[in-house]
């Protein structure tokens, strides 16, 4: 009896090692949990704090081995690379993953995860990473044309063989990913294709292109735009609205004749096609995947820029065309990044930033983006070039919103974030019963900085954990807050405590007195970075 006891409980311990040793987390997805999208890795949210290598970093083995140990040192947790498909597949339905296999090795040593960048018909327009047996043979795979006839190095999108071709290159991917990779997931992320746009028209005037061009507008985005009639941006809306809401027609006549429409075409033409890759890759292994956009400048027309992409005026087109594309994303070198990022943050888009101009204001951009737009991560462009000044700076904010991320995601619909420079020097927001209006430091009448031509970056992440308790981590800003609930009440600061990770705990620092100005403020000085607790009081 004693023995037959003691059979079953090792019988019963074996087979429990065996489930736990053979259990495997979902794989990485993205989630809208209270309103707000969240990465999920291994089954828990996860903050991509990153960086994108340059075009060139990952072309070689050897190279890559120098690159790892600065990004970790820097405090990123994940980095963005590219793949290119002109050296996995170099002769036709053959494939050699060497430098991917590198590359996942190299990152898995430095605990860091990867996002890939599926550098494949399309790159910065053009087709300037396919194959060598893809550029030329030119009548297989025929290149766009001008409105004059002239070929761009652009493989056309109406070229199916060029479909296939990358269809069937990005999925020998994805399984090769998947075979290697599905336990450790180190791969979190696709980007299909990069920068997609037309170039030097607005469209491509190609034999099948004008033959597309001609045909009726496809049932399926004229289903879209009648179903989301409330929610067209108003670039499309206005374009249909024009020529009467027409419900059938070629392009032209739905859309009237302008350059808008030619955009307009190619933006579902190019969607489609990066839908049916992405939907081919996921169909093998179901990573998220997303398309970046290089935007469009001020004034410059259709076809100036690259045309048809993902771009915030075209983005109603886009998710009508490519459902299996899981958001559109911005890369940031021009302009206010506060304003692209508001208008991506519509239409149920997950913002995410892949890449953003490398400079000393990442360290502060990256707060605002994180707690205002709740965005996946944030990822500064050649990241592996960063000068001391840069890598200092943005390793620091890293650091503080890797030591906040438990909070952060936990309380994600909690949270704000705020960016401040010369021209921008306060913010004020609502959370709870508070409003809080966030300064720079600068702004303090004493401090002397204020007379420098530029200032110091500026920004923080500030997350409400109960009525009267907020988390502030950031650099170079001041705090002051106000009871809106209740007028008759004066808000004062009950504790003010710096906040320091330990391991799974925190160790509190007491300040008082100068560094809150005597209760007035809560304070983190110039180009220093912190956490700190601040619990709030009300009296009368």
Not at 118 to 132: A, D, E, I, L, R
Request: negative net charge; contains cysteine; glycine residues 6%.
């Amino acid at each position: 009896m004693f023995e037959g006891k003691r059979y079953f409980a090792i019988f019963m311990l074996l087979t429990l090692s065996i489930h736990v040793f053979s259990q495997h987390y979902q794989i990485p997805s993205i989630k809208k949990t209270n309103g707000v999208f969240q990465l999920i890795v291994k089954e828990k949210p996860f903050l991509v704090l990153g960086g994108e290598l340059s075009n060139s970093a990952t072309s070689d083995a050897e190279m890559m081995k120098g690159i790892w140990g600065k990004l970790k040192d820097m405090n990123l947790n994940t980095v963005l690379a590219p793949v290119y498909w002109e050296l996995i597949e170099p002769q036709e339905s053959k494939f050699d993953f060497t430098l991917v296999d590198a590359m996942i090795h190299q990152a898995r040593e430095k605990d860091l995860h990867l996002v890939l960048l599926w550098f494949g018909t399309w790159k910065n327009s053009m087709s300037c990473y396919v194959p060598q047996w893809i550029k030329e043979d030119y009548k297989r795979f025929p290149r766009t044309l001008d409105a004059n006839g002239k070929p761009s190095e652009i493989v056309s999108p109406f070229c199916e063989d060029a479909l296939n071709a990358d269809i069937e290159a990005f999925c020998e991917l994805m399984k090769h990913i998947k075979s290697m990779d599905e336990k450790e997931q180190t791969v979190i992320m696709i980007q299909v294709e990069n920068e997609i746009g037309q170039l030097p028209d607005a469209r491509d005037y190609s034999t099948l292109a004008n033959k597309a061009f001609q045909a009726d507008v496809p049932k399926e985005l004229m289903g879209y735009l009648s179903k989301n009639k409330k929610n067209l941006l108003p670039s499309i809306e206005n374009l249909w609205a024009s020529n009467g809401y027409k419900q059938k027609g070629n392009w032209e006549s739905v859309f009237g004749k302008s350059l808008a429409t030619d955009e307009l075409f190619m933006a579902w033409n190019y969607a489609v096609y990066a839908d049916k890759v992405a939907a081919a890759g996921k169909s093998v292994y179901a990573l998220p995947m997303y398309v970046n956009c290089a935007l469009n400048r001020p004034n410059y027309r259709p076809g100036q820029y690259p045309s048809g992409g993902p771009l915030p005026h075209l983005m109603n087109i886009w998710q009508a065309a490519a459902p299996h594309i899981d958001m559109l994303s911005p890369d940031i070198y021009h302009g206010d990044f506060r304003d692209w990022l508001a208008k991506y943050d519509k239409l149920n888009n997950p913002i995410f930033v892949p890449e953003i101009r490398m400079e000393p204001d990442n360290a502060a951009q990256v707060f605002y983006v994180v707690g205002r737009h709740k965005s996946l991560g944030f990822c500064p462009f050649s990241i592996e070039s960063a000068n001391e000044s840069e890598a200092m700076a943005i390793g620091k904010s890293y650091k503080v919103l890797n030591d906040l991320s438990d909070l952060l995601l936990a309380n994600r619909s909690q949270s704000d974030g705020v960016y401040l420079d010369k021209k921008h020097d306060s913010d004020t927001l609502k959370m709870g019963n508070y409003q809080i209006v966030v300064s720079h430091v600068y702004t303090l009448p004493w401090n002397d900085g204020a007379k420098a031509e530029k200032w110091t970056p500026a920004g923080c992440v500030i997350i409400q954990t109960s009525p009267n308790e907020f988390w502030i981590g950031g650099t170079s800003v001041t705090c002051t807050f106000k009871n809106i609930q209740d007028s008759s009440f004066t808000t004062g600061i009950l504790s003010a405590d710096v906040a320091i990770h330990q391991g799974n705990d925190w160790k509190y620092v007491r300040i008082n007195g100068d560094q809150t100005h005597q209760g007035r403020h809560m304070r983190i000085g110039s180009d220093e970075w912190q956490i700190q607790r601040i619990r709030l009081y009300n009296y009368k």
